[in-house]
């Protein structure tokens, strides 16, 4: 096992993520904290094959997505991103309309979860493009491999995630 960088060559005397030369690893480096302050330091290589599976699972999940969102809705041409449902055309009827109405409402709730999956799944993929993959969002300390394994679109580790819910409350 590699041992942790010393502190003088740490981004942070907290964490650290480093490449290892010619191993294709990326060790990520980090403190628990808790109530009393640091529990215990951990490492967790995600390596580059790990980091192109996750990349390869992202991509088939957008194009899934898409092709769930294409079966009953259209891009929006004045915005990136956004989905429209169609107006189903059932009959003229009042049961055909209600029953017209009914189907849009589902699909726009269909839809609205849908687009919100499609966008933290675009979001992960520009991390992983940008380097910043697996990197919490709020506190820059790397999440926990297992979290992304679990959930790949994750931008938050564990513990600013349950700050964030208990602050919500």
Not at 41 to 69: D, N, W, Y
């Amino acid at each position: 096992m590699q041992q942790p960088l010393p502190p003088s060559k740490r981004r942070s005397t907290t964490h650290a993520s480093f490449l290892l030369q010619g191993t294709g690893q990326v060790i990520l480096v980090g403190v628990c904290w808790a109530l009393r302050g640091p529990m215990a330091t951990s490492t967790s290589p995600l390596t580059q094959e790990r980091l192109r599976s996750i990349e390869q699972k992202l991509r088939e999940r957008k194009t899934q997505l898409e092709v769930e969102l294409k079966a009953f809705a259209s891009r929006n041409p004045h915005a990136s991103g956004d989905w429209q449902a169609r107006y189903a055309d059932v009959g003229r009827s009042e049961d055909e309309n209600a029953a017209e109405v009914t189907i849009y409402s589902d699909n726009l709730s269909l839809e609205r979860t849908l687009e919100k999956e499609l966008r933290d799944v675009t979001n992960a993929l520009s991390r992983i493009e940008g380097g910043t993959y697996g990197t919490c969002r709020y506190c820059s300390k790397p999440i926990d491999e297992k979290r992304l394994l679990a959930r790949p679109t994750s931008s938050a580790c564990i513990a600013c995630k349950v700050e964030r819910k208990a602050n919500a409350v």
